[in-house]
Each structure stands twice: as C-alpha cells, then as structure tokens.
C-alpha cells in the first residue's frame, strides 16, 4: 500500500481526489490539509463521506510538513502556492504532483507573463506536463508533475492525433470550448450564485484565457510545429462535464474515414480515449464521473476543415482522475488501477 | 463468483443495475436482456460503459428463459411482466428479485384494487418484502424479493423507529415526498420532456400513489400497529434523489435529544443509514449515487410534533441498490458488498 | 402619472420591481437607491434593462432623503434598515411599501423574539399587512405597508379559505414549503452557490423559520382562530417559484366538491388567485413571471384531510408583485394595473 | 386594431406568439388553430394564460380556412405544412408570416436537397427573408414572410457588420452554436426527456444542420460576397436563449476599437441591437424574454481572427418576437410595437 498526502482537501479538486483514492486499492490518504485554522473530520466538507471515511483535514498549518512515508503528495491548492510549498517534498525525495498552474511552463517569462508571480526556473524545468497520453515516456521517474489544466486536457487529446499526422495547419487551430461551473472552484462568488448561472449561458475570457499558452506549448512540443489558438470558453449550467469543439484547416483533402482512422490508431492502446462513431451525439453524460475522454472525429467537406468533439469529467480526466493516473504511473503502478469504475449516467 | 441475470436492462434501474454490479467482486451478470428485437452491446443504451463492458442485451424473447448456472435474476420490468415470467425461475430455484410492484403485497385483493391486474395469490404469499433494515431476517432465505418502492423505502426507513417505539400516533402520519425524475422512468412523456420539467415544480397523484399502501402495509406489518397515511408526491427538477418529510403528533411529549437518541440507537447497526445532527442540512447531494439513507430527526414542540426528513438515491437505496444488497443477504455475501464506494458530490 | 422612489433596487426585488414597474402605465420610477458608494446606471447590475431603461441608482446615502413629489417608496432591503428610513417619509406624507419583515408584526415583543432587533412599537401598530386578498379593505388608506413574505403569502392563500369557511382544526395545520433559490437573495453565499445546489435538494430551518409566527398571526388574525402551524421549507434548484403543500384535519366529514366550491366560491372575485381542477398538476411554471396564485383542493377521504397545493412565483405574488399591487389599491388605481402581462410557460 | 390568425398555436413558438400578441396593443388575435381534432380552450395547453385570455383553438381542420377580416396569419407549424396551406391565404391577399423552413431559400433544388420536399418555386420566388435588420426594406409590401430559423438570426446578426464592412474572409467563418432545448419543440423523443438532458451537454448535427445553406444564402445575398461556414450546434441544458460564437479571419489588421466601432455604427439605429462592451460577459439571461440581440465583438491579435459573439432568445428574437416585428413592419405600424417589455433577468 503506497501512502500519499493531500495538501488542499477541501475544494472541488480535493474532494474529488479523496473520492477516487477512497476507491483505488493500492494507496492510502497518510495525511490532508485544508485552509483552515482548526483540524476537522473530512465529513465537515463532504458529508457524504460519513460512515466510509474517517479523514480529519489538518490545518493549513500543517500544509508544509514532510511528514515520514510519504510516497507522494498531491497539492490541490490555488495558484501560488504549490511552487512554494514543493521545494520542501522535493527535498525529501517525496514526489509532487500539483493540480494549480504554477508548474505548466518550463519558461518563467511565460509562467510571469500569464500568471503574474515569479517560480523559480529550477522548479520549473524539473517539472514534467503530465498528460500521459501525450507525454507518458517521461512520467515514471518524474519528481515534479505539472497536472494539466482541464481545458487543455480535453483540446490536446482532440488536437494530438492530427498534429501527430500533420493533418492540420497548425496556424489555423480554434477551440471553442464549454465547461460545467464546477471549474470555478468551490469559493462562491456573485456571478457562480445559482440564479445567475442557473438557466443561463455565457462567453468569458474571449481570447485571453491563460489556457491558451498551455494548449500552445504543450501542443507545440508534442507535435514539433507551431500551434497557434483562438480559445474562447463558455460556462454551461451543470455541475460537471466540459466539451470542447475544434476546428482546424486540412492541409489535404482527407475523407471522414481517413481521419477517424487515425484517430482509432493514435488511441489504439489508450485505456481512457474512446474514439466514438459519428453517428453518436458526443455529450457530456458519457463520460462523467471517470476518467475518460470521448472524441469524435469529423470531416467539413465542404470546408475543407477538421472538427473534433472531445467530452471529459473536467474534474477527473481534467484534474483528480488524471493525478492518480500520474501517481500510477510514478509509483510503477498499473495506470488504471482505481480509475474503472463506471460512471453515472445520470 | 455469483451469477446472475438481469431482466430489462436499458432501463434507468436496469443501468444502474449494471453499473453497481460491474463494481461488484463477487457477482458477474451472465446475460440480460431488454424489451427490443434484436440482440446488441449494452453500450448502445449506456454508452458510458464503452471500454468497461462487452456485456450484450438479449432480446425479449430471451427474458423467459432460465439459463443453467444463475444464482438469481434481476427484473427491471414494468408492472405485470414480473408475475409472468418469475414462475420459471422459482420452479428451477433461481431466487427473483423483482423492482416492479407486482409482489409488494401479500393480499391479492389490495394487490388488485391498486394495481388493475391480477398476481397469482400463491406468488404474492411467497414474496419477502426486501428492505432488510426492517425485515432483514426473512430475506436470507427468500426466494421472491419484492424489491421496495423508492417512496416507501424513503419513509419507510424515516418512520421505523418512531414507529417501532411506540413515539407517534400512527393516524396522523403525512409524508411530503419530492423526487428527481428519473422515478418516472426512461420513457419519454409530454411532462417530462426537458422544457416542461426544467425551472419547474409540480405536485402529482395527491393523496392518491399506489405507494400509499405500500408504506402502510408494510409499515403496519413492521410495527404492529395501523399506519394510515396521507401522502402526496412532487416532481423536482434533479435527475437522482428523493427527500421526504415526514410529520406525525407524538403521543406523549418528547425532547428533540430524545428522539433523535431513539433515531441513532435504532439505526447504530446498520450500515446504510446515517442519522445527522440537527444542525446539517439534509440533502441529496450526499447520498448521491450510494446506497445510504441520510435521516434527520426534530422535534417541533410547538406543536408536539415528529418531523423526519429523509434522503436517498432513488435509483440506489430506492432500486438498484437496494436489490444488490438483498441480492448479498440471500447469497450469503456480506451485506455491504459491492455498494461502499463514496457518492459523487457533484 | 404617479412617481415612485425605489429604495434597494439592485436585489432580486429591487429589479423586479423595477420590470414591473417599467410596464406599468400609470407609475414612473421617479428615483432608486442601492447600497453602493457611486451612482451608476441601472443596467449596471440588470443589463437585460439596456436600451430600455436610462435609470440610474443613487449611493445608499440618498436612501433616506425625501425628494419632493414622490407618491409612494419601496424599500427592498434588508431586515433593520426600513424601520430607520421609514419615519422620514412617514413625516412627509409618503407611503412607504417595505418589503422586508420590519413591520410585519404589531406586537414589538414578537417582533423582537423573531428579528432579535428592536423596532418602535408605534411604527408596528401603524403597519398594515399587505395581503389584499385577505385585508383588502385596511389598505386603500395605509401609509405602512408590510408587504407579507413569499412563504406566508402563499401558504396563507391556501388557507384562507378554509379558516375562514372553520372547515379544519386550526392547531392540526401543517405547511411543507418548496422554493425556488432566487428567496435567498442575491448575495452569493457557500451553500447557494451553483454547484452546492444544483442537482441538489434540501430542507432546511425545519420548524424553526421565522415566517412561522407570520403566517399564524396574520391568519389567526383573519379567521379570529388560533392557527397552530408546523412549517418546514426546502430549496429547489429553479431560479423563481414556490410551491406549498398544505394539510389540516377536517372537524368533519367535507367531499371534494364542497371544499372545491368554497374555495372557489372564496376567490370567485379575486383577480390573482385561480382554483385549479383536480385533474391538474399545481406547477410553478403556470405562474412564473406573474401576480397569480394557482391553488389546488384534494380532501383525503381515507384521513379525513384537507390538502390544498399552492404555487406562486416568489418574486411576483411573493414580492415586487404584490407590492405593485399595494401600490396600486394605496394609490386609487385599479388594483390589477400593470399586473396582467401573460407569464413564460418555459 | 388590425386581426390575425395563428395556425399551430399549441407548440412552444404557437404559445410564445400568444404571449406576445396579448401584450401588443394594436393586434389581437381573431383565431387559432392546432393539430388536434377537438376545438379546445388555449389555457389545456398553457394554463398559464387562464384568467387572462379565452382564446379557443380549432381543430387542424380550420388551419386552411381563410376567415374574413384577416390582416395576416402566422403559420407555426412542422415543416412541409406551410407551403400547403399559404396559398389559400395568399389568393385572398391575406400576408403569411412562416415560421418553418419552407420558404427559406428562393431556390427550389436548394430547398429540396436541405428538406426533402419540394415547394412550388413560384412560392419560393415571392418569399421574402424576415430579417429585418438586414432585409428590412424589402418587408413592408412583402405577402410572404420566412421567419429565420434561430441559428441564422443568431448567426447573421454577428456577422452582418463584418460581412458588410468586408473586414473578414467570407470563407473561413466558423459558428459555434448553443442552444436551450425549446429549439427543438414540443413533441417529446428520447434524447430530450428531462433526465437525458439535464446535467449533459451534446454536439449534434456537426457540420451537417440545414441552417448551414440557409447561413450562406442569406449572408451571401446580403453581402453580395460568397459566405461559406463550417458550423456546429450544441444542446445546453436550459429552457430558453441561444449562444453563438463566430470565428473569421480578419482580411487587414484591425483594432479592437475600429471593428467595435465598425458594429456599433452599423447597429446604431437598430432597436434590437446592442452591442455590449468587451468587459461584459455576454450571457443568454440579458435577452430572455425579449426581442434583443446582445452583440460582443473582440479582436484576437493573436491570430488575426475576429470573434462575435451574439446571443438571442431562440423563442423570440429566434422565432416569434421577429415574427411579430415582421407582422409590425408589414402593417404598417411601429416596429418596435409589443416588443419593448423588459425580459426577465432570472
């Protein structure tokens, strides 16, 4: 039984993250923090937790602390906070594995430019992006994870096969993109109150959202060409789920079974990408709750365009689900082990 | 490992049949079947289990036959299918588990008048009532499991102690239901089309559900005394869930402690049913998905009256669930098995 | 034309009432305040208003003065800011329709009890409780008004026939209440924001809400009975609509079609209460959006109950609507005036 | 008063057309009709209107009768009805306004390839396109109206200004649509029942809706430029409002405020239109109800592309509130007339 700690316990992320280990049957919760003062039964925070788990959350306090047999930390903290509580697990040989995106780019001029705060450069080259489908040669011995964002996490694996193939003018790319309101996080604020988002449906960050970077070097580095994004996402009135619709040129002309083709042979032995039929309706409800993602490959003849739909949970493929995928990965686990279970289709 | 069989399986109980029986260690499905012509993969009806199960549904021509090797059935069938194809089975000694109302009474007549068809009464006299927080002991043996209605298990379970104690006039019992729509089923309706049932709130069947007697039969049966019930049911706009509050005048003063230390001494053995202190807020969201029943006890000496207020997953502790742990008691697994993995909270 | 001052107009009633008033044809919006340092233009916090309304909201510190030629304030605010605003209009003739619970009780010591804050006992006694339905006549020359809370609104809409007509015991009353999230204001809070209640269910102040003592004082005060009341509400993931479930014990033996008649023949002069057929299901959406109350009577003959259901758009009937309606009975016009514009079914 | 007759009064855009014509002070409905046998009360389809309107809907078998006194009549009916019953109304010079797609395109093969029904081209030819913000000059004398589909009013209200002021390739327009389920009507299927919907997210449809060729016709015709789109729609989760994102790449480099100030003027006299600024967040909730289309336009540096995006009310603006502009501008009146009324924000 491998022992981890779970440094922010008590958002959406962290909460999620507990759900999952809870079920995995080889690792074990040592220890959990949350952002507060006085340590409390887990159960405060997630009451349906009761009679299955008897977690206490420590204060934050506690947040910094190596404490002994720690094979890894998760840190599901917000921005700024994770790069300065690492160096301290790192030290100890305990791996990190951050959910923030304090660790999503190798350049600090970049990581400055979008998020305003300085991390030390140092941090940010041992840091591994960890999208295994995309990048899994190099998790296993990974001390620092960088876990995606969860708008990426759905784009890329839309985007990978055909940049693998060099389908697509990788200048022509756009994401339009739709997330359940969960992504937000669990602080409220007035415009995630109910009634201003129930019923209702709404662009945001037109063009400027920080994930843009992230598709674009992530994507870049993956297929060796120059991707460049327009990103545009909305919020959607459900708790959970996130689609995101791709557009991109063809450089060629290339048949619908061409390119579905090729996206079955890129994902062939990926145990989490579904490539589905284009007769299916690519929703959301497929996929909640796990900790796939559904893609659906589509040729716009007449404009010579590639379309991919792509469907995940945007809190476990785009976040908890993916971190004990690279915690597997890292403690030389089998990377599905705990991450099976089917999903509610309601 | 058990083997069962699973009738009617396209349905919202039949998937979610599915769905907790393939987290379920010791119980596989054998086969099942749905009420189409032509076999085909359970993913066409449940395409979130793409990649998880290659299970196929058999026609309905196949529901009536009773293959070698099953340790029980399932039957997630409409009313008046079950009473017609479980002969079968118990004549091979295939323990029935059955969802329907078929065999939720004992009296042949009552059966009747709320009903509009006839149950052959030699099945009726067979049949345990499976919720085996009040009759637990007849189901080990059991080889016809009525399988409770979700109401009836949700007020059942809320009224069972006061009952039991002797705490309330059992005359002035009323019961305030409110359910998630996936209780009415995977047909699609005029009332339940998305637009007529989203932003809306309605109460149905008042003072006139067959579950009236359901309750109060069995809750008669259970206490010894007569239950007579007023109820009166509501559509909610959630997908899972179902929350009664229950109102009876107790007999003799009583202290909120009290009653609420009657509520946790009844319930301190069973697994399933978490008792919450008066501060929470009793919710769906925190038996979303699992098999717990949440109850919350208060007295309002205002006006010297019990209320109770009661949650549970209608398509778990309500359905599926509740099946799979009778299915545990009568094969001799233990009673959790298969049905302690945390709710999503979300 | 009559000109209003709104004082709070950038809550859910605030704006409400500012798109009633907007269609009505006899009162202009003379001036409006909000709790903010910086005038600013209405459609800053409503922007649906843009193109329609050139309102602008003035800091709260003009709340409390009193501009010439106003013929009437509304103060949608919170608790313990209406009592202090109020005598200065008072003291110059305006009258002030204030709809929070400062002025919903005559006797200070219940007031107090309740609000835990003091009021000066000759504003209570000069209130009227604006609930022209039941004290029509006492409002033509009011100068206070109470406008009543959305719970006790409809729930005394449901009752008032029966009190009146002495068909049920008045200390057996019980009133399970549903309400949309948009009752709990706009000021984002942890358990109201989106995901918290989305897909989510609740009870909550189970017999402990302060519209308790408001529905029994003003309905005792109608039907010069002492009406006993156990009350609990719950919250329903809609943005608008309250739906309540009453039942009292009949003193004696009442067929549907009597109970139907007086309830009908009660309100057969009433423009804003209809009496539904049996065969109806009571639903919010029949009244979003408008003043209407739709009320349903069942009598339970197996308990001898009455059960009447009863739905209001809490905003509307609940709130601003029926303060326009105040408006309209204090200031001689016809009552309906600028109320009868046809609600959204969707 | 001028009179008209609504055949298919019981859909969404049937009820919807209702709502808004009992609000019009200058139209009254004379009679209606809907696809049943039995004439009927309107209030057993939308009970919300009882106390408010008699109105009485005849049998199907009235739709074809052209009564005397008719100023025009209003089909909202299925597809491939319209063009049937038109020509009565016409030859006695009684205007049609058509809510379907039967008349959308003057081109009789584009019709039949798209719908799959054939249309008498002299019908097609005489039909005019109801976009009045586009078309507006060609509407008064107009005997045959096309009321736009959703997604085009939608779409071409984003791009009218770019297309216009030849800012954008016409052939790299990408729309990215959402719409609320009532886009799809009243008749309730599989994929619309409440639980499949709600919580779930789809794309549907992709690069393959009939709205496509109607996008490009009318865009090209109004821009004398060839329009040429790849489009995708979704299904939200919601009862009302549609959300359409447009990409296109900009032909010259543009600022932000040149292609802002180039929407503002070309909406300025619009009474529709609104252009918000870059800082707001353009949400469906700021135009349900109403007849407003709710425009942000942004500059995407980064690419060079131009993104608008556009939000409707797909019943109104995307249906019957442009119906009803059509009918105003058709008989004369004021176009604004019945429209004016402020939407409901929740």
């Known amino acids: 039984m491998k022992n981890v700690k779970l440094v922010g316990a008590t958002g959406y992320a962290g909460g999620e993250t507990i759900r999952l280990l809870l079920s995995h049957p080889e690792v074990r919760i040592q220890s959990a923090t949350y952002d507060g003062k006085e340590d409390a039964p887990i159960t405060a925070f997630y009451p349906q937790l009761r009679g299955i788990s008897d977690l206490r959350v420590a204060s934050i306090d506690q947040s910094a602390d190596v404490e002994d047999g720690l094979d890894a930390v998760f840190m599901a903290v917000p921005d700024n906070v994770a790069c300065k509580l690492a160096p301290a697990y790192l030290a100890k040989g305990v791996p990190v594995i951050d959910f923030s995106g304090d660790f999503r780019f190798s350049d600090s001029n970049t990581h400055k430019q979008w998020y305003g705060f300085d991390v030390d450069e140092s941090l940010l080259k041992k840091a591994i992006y960890g999208l295994p489908e995309l990048f899994r040669k190099q998790i296993p011995g990974a001390k620092l994870i960088a876990n995606p964002g969860c708008y990426p996490t759905c784009a890329l694996l839309a985007l990978a096969p055909a940049l693998k193939g060099g389908f697509v003018d990788t200048e ?47 994507g870049s580095a993956f297929s060796g060409k120059n991707l460049r994004l327009t990103f545009v996402p909305h919020l959607i009135p459900i708790n959970r789920g996130m689609l995101c619709t791709i557009y991109a040129d063809l450089l060629s002309s290339q048949t619908q079974k061409q390119m579905n083709d090729a996206y079955l042979s890129f994902y062939e032995n990926e145990p989490f990408v579904r490539v589905l039929p284009a007769s299916d309706m690519p929703s959301v409800n497929t996929v909640a709750g796990t900790n796939f993602c559904d893609l659906q490959v589509h040729v716009d003849e007449h404009t010579n ?27 030389g686990l089998e990377e599905t082990t705990g991450l099976m279970t089917p999903g509610q289709y309601l």
Chains 1, 2, 3, 4 share one sequence.
Do not use: M, W
Not at 176 to 188: C, F, L, T, V
Not at 307 to 312: A, D, T
Not at 314 to 326: M, T
């Open 305 to 331: 365009r590639l379309i991919v739909v792509s469907v995940i949970d945007n809190l476990v493929k785009g976040a908890s689900g993916q971190a004990v995928q690279n915690l597997n990965l890292i403690l």
């Open 172 to 218: 022509t790319v756009i994401c339009d993109a739709k997330s359940g309101i969960s992504g937000a996080g669990r602080n409220p604020k007035s415009f995630l109150h109910f009634p201003e988002r129930n019923e209702n449906l709404s662009a945001y960050k037109v063009a400027s959202h920080r994930h843009i970077p992230e598709i674009e070097v992530h």
